[in-house]
């Protein structure tokens, strides 16, 4: 197994067996690189994100299609869900959207070339297993003559709410329905341990399950909020596993809970692997970034996100 730890500023080179000893510092390592050249070649300018929508706030296609555009890349949005706000409030009004408007607005966005014109789709928050499915059918259909690579996000649960936050049988039911179109992943710590079955403590663990899993070895993995044991209580990392290699980014922990993080972590690797860059600066770019807006949050004391930190922050993404 080949690891390389990012402290923000540079990777740290390891190998297995060191016990975490510093080897030395170099530059992006090279199997990071291997995504770039296709990136290139197939630039588009389009990202098409589904998932959620609110009224007020930042999360789901609110917070992806600021992301999107932050980068140079225009969203085309599709909701699954519409939501007064964001379910951690006390209070929320909404629905599911019907499934004949969510058919027809993939209709639209097919019968008009769009989604030939998208270079990722992006898949985020939906509590219907019927609007699952009809997703799922749609990426079969589309896929084949658009050629557009497909970011799964679980958006299932996390450790910080105490588990799932959508029912039981709809988290089976995307799993089952839509990691198997994927090309990569972004679940929260929970959420790779609900997908695997099991616990992840460590990144041997980590490496091992997934390599081990019949679909996650063949894709890319990009573990958010992993907290390991051999982490330190206020630093947090970043997962990277790509074409059978792991990579850490590590920051210091920001000791404040904001919504819909996760979401804009998605949106930026995804904006940023559409501007070119290779896997390791895409994630590189993302985890700054959203390291920069929650230091920046914490500092007025904010638990939402605010278009004050998304553009107080953009030198980062340059």
């Known amino acids: 197994m080949r690891q390389a730890v990012l402290f923000l500023d540079s990777f740290v080179q390891q190998s297995a067996g060191m016990q975490g000893k510093v080897l030395e510092r170099v530059p992006l390592p090279s199997f990071l690189n291997r995504h770039k050249a296709r ?57 599911p959207v019907e499934p004949a408007l969510f058919s027809a607005l993939l209709k639209g966005v097919a019968a008009n070339g769009i989604v030939d014109d998208c270079s990722f789709l992006i898949s985020g928050f939906c509590n219907d297993k019927v609007i699952l499915s009809l997703l799922a059918d749609f990426i079969r259909k589309t896929r084949p003559h658009a050629g557009y690579r497909y970011l799964y996000d679980p958006v299932c649960g996390d450790f910080r709410a ?4 959508i029912p039981k049988a709809v988290a089976d039911h995307s799993i089952a329905t839509l ?27 980590f490496y091992n399950a997934v390599t081990g899993h019949p679909l996650l070895r063949s894709r890319t ?8 044991v051999n982490l330190p209580e ?35 690797v995804a904006a940023q692997l559409n501007l070119g860059r ?30 004050a930190a998304l553009i107080k922050c953009l030198d980062v993404l340059q």
């Open 39 to 95: 990136n290139m070649r197939a630039m588009k300018k389009r990202v098409l994100t589904i998932q959620s929508q609110v009224a007020i706030g930042y999360v789901g296609n609110n917070i992806a299609a600021i992301a999107l555009q932050l980068c140079g890349s225009d969203p085309v949005q599709v909701p699954t869900v519409m939501l007064s706000n964001h379910i951690e409030y006390p209070e929320v009004y909404g629905r």
């Open 162 to 165: 105490g588990g799932l936050y």
């Open 179 to 205: 990691l198997p179109l994927s090309d990569l992943i972004t679940p929260n710590h929970f959420e790779l341990e609900y997908i695997l079955g099991r616990k992840i403590n460590s990144e041997e663990e």
């Open 221 to 228: 993995v990009i573990v958010t909020s992993a907290g390991f």
């Open 234 to 268: 206020d630093r947090i990392a970043v997962m990277l596993f790509t074409e059978g290699q792991i990579a850490r980014f590590e920051t210091d922990r920001v000791p404040v809970e904001v919504i819909g993080t996760g979401d804009l972590f998605a949106a930026i």
């Open 278 to 307: 290779d896997i390791g600066q895409a994630v590189d770019k993302a985890v700054r970034y959203l390291h920069a807006v929650l230091r920046y949050s914490f500092g007025l004391g904010e638990t939402d996100l605010t278009a």
